[in-house]
């Protein structure tokens, strides 16, 4: 029997989505939990990867199980119970046994988060800048993305990625009452690709760049190229799609 299960999590206390030794990550903890009410070894495959920090308000992963499950909802009550506040599972809904977490989703969507004043409570959800910003001139850059598709230039280096080509959907900032908000879909991402993105458009908003200079980072394809990787807590996984 396969099942995907659907939750959400604070990065803030962990080392990214994937299992690796010596660092608590949430693949590890809510692997922990799930083995300890189910009594058998559960291996989780997740829709991507979230770097250290990062924040989802809405993950997908598939596992396995011999025997089904009696109760759904009884045993998200269950995880939910055991496992930490910054964890929390929304529930678990059996799938095709050829469904795939990862492999599957069509799309995913970011959203990034900046914050133009102090605020005690979004302090770890948010990054705080000080200085002015063009959103417009952040708009009409981010809208050169969808002429793109190697993103070479925003991607974390000596990953094991077959290859950096992406098709973006939606990138747009947006703003929200204090909240300077920047949401882009895309069918993948590669790893540091959204914070790389981000402390790029931050450099046009401050006027330190150009439009003509970020589509010539776009197209060196060259990490060194592009500015500097936007903090992790201002960045939250959204939503997964997958075909209806």
């Not at 959800?125 to 002429?147: C, G, H, R, V, Y």
Request: charged letters at 20%; hydrophobic letters at 40%; aromatic letters at 12%.
């Amino acid at each position: 029997m396969r099942y995907f299960i659907y939750f959400a999590y604070n990065g803030t206390n962990y080392h990214g989505w994937q299992i690796q030794p010596n660092a608590v990550s949430v693949q590890s903890t809510l692997t922990q939990a799930m083995e300890t009410i189910l009594r058998c070894t559960v291996a989780l495959t997740g829709a991507g990867r979230t770097d250290t920090g990062v924040h989802a308000k809405k993950m997908t992963a598939h596992f396995d199980l011999e025997s089904p499950i009696s109760n759904h909802k009884q045993l998200v009550c269950q995880l939910n119970n055991l496992l930490p506040y910054d964890i929390s599972v929304f529930s678990i809904e059996e799938v095709a046994f050829d469904a795939h977490a990862r492999f599957d989703a069509i799309s995913r969507t970011y959203k990034y988060y900046i914050t133009t004043e102090k605020d005690p409570f979004y302090h770890e959800l948010s990054a705080k800048i000080s200085f002015p910003l063009d959103i417009e001139k952040m708009n009409e850059a981010a809208s050169t993305l969808f002429e793109y598709t190697d993103f070479t230039s925003f991607s974390k280096l000596h990953t094991d990625a077959k290859t950096n080509n992406c098709k973006i959907m939606k990138a747009v900032w947006e703003k929200e009452g204090p909240f300077l908000i920047f949401t882009i879909q895309a069918d993948r991402f590669l790893r540091n690709m959204v914070r790389a993105i981000v402390g790029t458009l931050i450099d046009i908003g401050r006027g330190k760049m150009t439009i003509e200079k970020f589509r010539q980072i776009i197209e060196k394809k060259d990490r060194c190229s592009a500015g500097s990787s936007a903090p992790a807590q201002g960045l939250f996984l959204v939503d997964v799609e997958y075909p209806h």
